[in-house]
């Protein structure tokens, strides 16, 4: 990924600027990152060399409160990637209300290239690298692509040490072993999954078994992909990194789910058809659900998407300039910043678990992610009503309204007025 990413970021905080009540303290304070970290980590590899990797930790902004964001472990890692999902997480935190503000951490690395033992010290290394600027109250991080509640552990024992300590509100999406909170592993599909029956009503009323195509078959896609299964949806198409998977009839998602699990493909899957990887984004479905990195649908592919509604599952998976050529051919498009926010809500109920020392069950994380997810799809929905906006400008205009009050309360600027200064 290049700069480009963060400035195609930008756009979409800009165009919804002229509909937003911002002040200027607040929008100069958005234009850049509060603070950027990069550190290398060396790694003793099984063959007994040592390789070192380059690793960040982003803070876009912690006006809210600590800011808060996954670790990435993905060959694509760069700086301006981790930046702008810091930016991401920014808006993603202001929108559901969480008193966070956005960060992000990653490492350019292909995990799968690393036994188990090599991804440990890497995941140890990276924490004891960046332990000075993480913590309950400064920095809270958590899982994202290719991180897992195994990987959270490992890390929270590595601060612990540093610490000479426990501090398990320093990082969320941990084993519940070491304590994790009941449904954080799925918040991020359950969270979509609420948004979606939301807007069903309005987007999708006509019909009664919606059709979906989900591209990637990771932990968020799919989860969402079974989940919609069970609602009652067709899913006709699943991709991951190695196949598309197509059925017209609704493919038998149990049966994928099982088939990655044992091989850790889709390839040669038990059911459906292969079909080309981009021929998955032009099929005509109610629902097309980008669920796997940022730039999927773009300026050179969106023209053949025939989708009613996109959902935005992964972070940034549609550019601003695919966001223009959907948006005149009618389709619809709820954004990644409300949509993928289940993640960070759970998170954010593990934070407050830890630290008052309380444990969380099932049905009230269950109960409160719905209650959070239904009442912010509401709002967002709202604003968009009554000031004719698309949901990803009301989304934006909503969150910014947000962080702008809680900037003018840190500031000067608007307490006293010209005459008084
Ligand atoms: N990586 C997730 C996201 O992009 C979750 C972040 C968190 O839980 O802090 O929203």
Redesign the pocket.
Known sequence: MTDDLLEDAIVRFEEALPHAALSEDARERLSRPASSLKVSIPVRMDDGSLETFAGYRMRYDDTRGPA???IRFHPGVTAAEVTT?AF??TF?TALMDLPFGGGKGGVAVDPKRLSPAELERLSRGYIAAIADVIGPDVD?????VATNELVMGWMAHEFAKIHRGHQPAVL??KPQALGGIPGRASA?SDGAFHVIRTVQPRMLDDVEHPSAAIQGFGNAGAQLAGRLADAGWRVVAVSDSSAAIHDPAGLDVGALVDHKADTGALTDAPVGEEIAAEDLLALEVDALIPSALEGAINGDNAESVRARVVFEVA?GPVTAAADRILDEAGVQLVPDILV??G??T??WFEWIANRTGDRWSAEEVARRLEERMVTETAAVVAVADERDLPLRTAAYVHAIERLSRSMDATGTSTLFSDAER
């Open positions: 808060k964001g996954g999902l991401w997480m993603k809270v991080p958590a899982p994202d969320t999406g991020t972070n993928n926010a993640g960070v759970v998170s």
